[in-house]
């Protein structure tokens, strides 16, 4: 799984965002298969960044899904430190949606 990472970080550094969810989907997937929830969380957290960068269409809806889902586990491991970073993830996805809205 830690791989597939590595994939989706590459191909969203070149901008190919819709492989880059792609591949970050699937390692939440694997992650979430062997109980990693540090690692899972931080994979739906990815995805939740890439649907705000992106910015089309339902992409507001899914970065909200992601970053609840991420902000679940990583407040089930008690990652403060994360849950902080993803409430600032679901600020930016209201100021967004907010501006889409005008």
Known sequence: AATTVLVAEVYADLGQTDEALRWSHEAAEA???VGDRRDEGAARYAI???YLKRNEGKDLELAVRA???ALRLFRDIGDGEKEVVLTS???AADFLRGR???
Request: hydrophobic content about 45%; aromatic content about 6%; charged content about 40%.
């Open 67 to 69: 970053a609840q889902a």
């Open 100 to 102: 889409r809205d005008e």
């Open 31 to 33: 992650f979430r298969e």
């Open 48 to 50: 939740a960044r890439l």
């Open 89 to 91: 993830v679901l600020h």
